[in-house]
């Protein structure tokens, strides 16, 4: 019995409150960002935990795809790989986690508590400062133990947070190397603006082994002007084009870039190598009236979880954009980055 899904990323609890823009504003916080946080936020983790209506969900962005992921596979389809404490936020996620049935091969810190992420609402904006703590010691050998090695080749698809590349760039050229070797599916995230423009390097040693980019708008404008790239920085085609094109280690598999833009169509551009030819999509968003929106924390990790689910099911890349639509419009529906019980399943 095999796992076809690995994902890795940093696994972290959400504190999620609503807060008022005000509030962003002592902070210095964007109402749309995710970023590390510094010393200057962490009073924040002490007020969030004093709010009334405090709501803690299991969080971390790769770890809600492969949540998302396997609630749509069949059973024993995802395993996901992050380090967090003994604590009892990792009680939580090991909690939300066996309620989704993931399994999980954390690697264990023992004097290093479990990462947070505040995850501040503002009507339909999330803005998320995270500490990562122990998810931020995850180090490549945990992936070598023979157990979790074999777990690794085991597997056809990989699905990494580019939120790791903060952390074990190792861990994610040794998934790579391996998938581009063995002609098998390589998934990455750009998961904020701050990791194309402060993680540049580690992000592109990475991308010659990634199959599937998948990002947002703004994820994309970070990258086209970090990159200099000579084109508008709201024209997600062309930055799609340009990252299409970026060299592969396996030239087998054709590179796909995945933009969506919240209600705006999701992009998706393909590369031919041989032909110098793009093919590019655009697939238009079925907006959910507002009233069913409870927040957006998690929209784009449940994207990525339906589409990499689609292509674990065999579908092609329209099916997984749809699948991913869907996925998102039922994660915008509950608190935080969660699924609806009982199970929906998904119909084309
Ligand atoms: C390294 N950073 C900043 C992070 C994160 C993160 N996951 C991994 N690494 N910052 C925020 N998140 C998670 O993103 C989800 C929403 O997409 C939050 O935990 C939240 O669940």
Redesign the pocket.
Known sequence: MSYPLVCL??P?L?LQVDVEPEYLSKYGLKEND???AEEKHFPIYEEVLKKSGLKTVA????Q?TARGAQYILPPKSVVYFGSVGKDVYADKLNEANEQYGLRTEYQIQEEIATGK?A?LINGPHRS?V?D?AA?NHFKVDHLEKPENWAIVENAKYYYI?G?HL?VSPPAIEKLGKHAAENNKVFALNF??PFIPQFFKDPLASSLPYVDFVIANESEAAAYAETQGLSVDSKDVVAIAKEVAKLPKANNKRQRTVVFTQGTDPTVTVTYNESTKEFDVKEYAVRKLEENKITDT??A??AFAAGFIAALVEGKDIAQAVHEGQWAASLSIQEV??SFPFPKQTYTA
């Open positions: 990323g940093n972290l959400d995710a970023i590390l969080g971390g962005a790769a809600n992420c995850a998320l995270t990562l998810a947070g939120f903060t998961s904020a924390n998690g784009g990790d935080g980055p």
